[in-house]
């Protein structure tokens, strides 16, 4: 473990937003608490801090990390210097994470998405040992060296943080989340890709069916007129569709209409009332209520501020130059976090 931190140089040249942004920093200033709209993971490296805002009290020292979630307050007064590494990790990145960890139980991201969002503790000491912490000095030291190139170290730079992630994660304390439990959403009706899959082959016959819905998905299919290119009865052919591709074949050519009318709205100014019908729906409510199903808001949300959990820069952590590095929802990374202290 080095204890030093990155060169403001490396910081001279914007690079593409990112799901992962680690900094390394030695310092003896006072940071007041902040906040950002991302995970912050921060692992105290050497020396210790007093932590401030809504993190307990009690000082921080070399063998500790601390969760902070998004929209939660966290600063420190460091005790002579100090040394510590904070990842920057995307909401939406782990919420992926944690949609296919717990697949059994949630029905789609959303629903992972609600869960994290129950999650009462705004930040959370864990205590991992100096001996962890010591094995993570190597995996922190690289990534902080290689989250400002990952077009290069793309597949590099998530093999570290998984590998923090993985020695972090036995430390978390679980805690109930308050309200009905999200597993609920499972009886809600509502269009969501497979899932998990079996990875089978593809039958011939049913690939064939599936591909007229995606070249041309605003024909009135129906299921017997599927069913018939498949050369199958409309009941086998919705059983073996639905065990192919994990949904039922119209809810199929539903999640595609959704998907173009989704398309269409970004790329188009054309009125909602013509789109849905391009994408083949006939009726404005109900193609309003499919894609609300399936995106999460209406088409006319949708085209006012994209999706739900739409940001104004996109997803991603973006960084620019020098203290203009810039996190979801504006906020900005403090300044000691690329200069000495």
């Given at each position: 473990m080095t204890g030093q931190q990155l060169s403001p140089s490396r910081h001279r040249r914007p690079v593409e937003p990112v799901a992962v942004i680690a900094r390394t920093i030695t310092t003896r200033r006072e940071i007041a608490p902040d906040a950002y709209d991302c995970v912050r993971v921060v692992v105290i490296r050497d020396g210790s801090v007093l932590p401030a805002g809504d993190v307990p009290p009690a000082p921080l020292s070399i063998g500790k990390a601390v969760l902070v979630a998004p929209h939660a307050r966290f600063g420190y007064e460091p005790e002579g210097a100090a040394t510590m590494t904070t990842l920057y990790i995307d909401t939406d990145y782990l919420i992926g994470h944690l949609f296919w960890q717990h697949l059994g139980a949630l029905p789609d991201r959303d629903a992972a998405r609600d869960l994290a969002d129950q999650y009462p503790t705004?930040?959370?000491?864990l205590r991992i040992?100096?001996?962890?912490?010591?094995?993570?000095?190597?995996?922190?030291?690289?990534?902080?060296?290689?989250?400002d190139c990952p077009a290069s170290a793309y597949y590099r730079v998530h093999a570290l943080l998984l590998t923090v992630l993985a020695t972090i994660t036995p430390y978390l304390r679980p805690v109930a989340p308050d309200g009905p439990s999200p597993t609920r959403r499972e009886q809600v009706s509502r269009l969501a890709s497979p899932r998990w899959r079996t990875f089978l082959p593809l039958r011939p016959e049913i690939d064939r069916a599936a591909a007229l819905m995606r070249a041309d998905c605003s024909q009135p299919w129906t299921l017997r007129m599927l069913a018939s290119h498949a050369n199958l009865s409309p009941e086998q052919f919705g059983r073996v569709f639905a065990t192919t591709y994990g949904v039922r074949p119209l809810i199929y050519l539903s999640i595609l209409r959704a998907q173009q009318m989704a398309r269409l709205i970004r790329e188009t100014t054309l009125p909602i009332s013509v789109l849905y019908r391009q994408v083949g729906w006939h009726s404005r409510g109900h193609a309003s209520a499919m894609f609300r199903r399936y995106m999460g808001v209406t088409p006319i949300e949708y085209r006012k501020h994209g999706p739900r959990n739409a940001r104004p820069h996109g997803p991603g952590l973006s960084m620019r130059v020098g203290n203009d590095a810039h996190l979801p929802g504006d906020s900005t990374l403090p300044s000691d976090a690329i200069t000495e202290a």
């Open positions: 705004a930040a959370q000491v040992g100096e001996a962890e912490a010591g094995n993570l000095g190597p995996i922190l030291d690289e990534l902080t060296a290689t989250t």
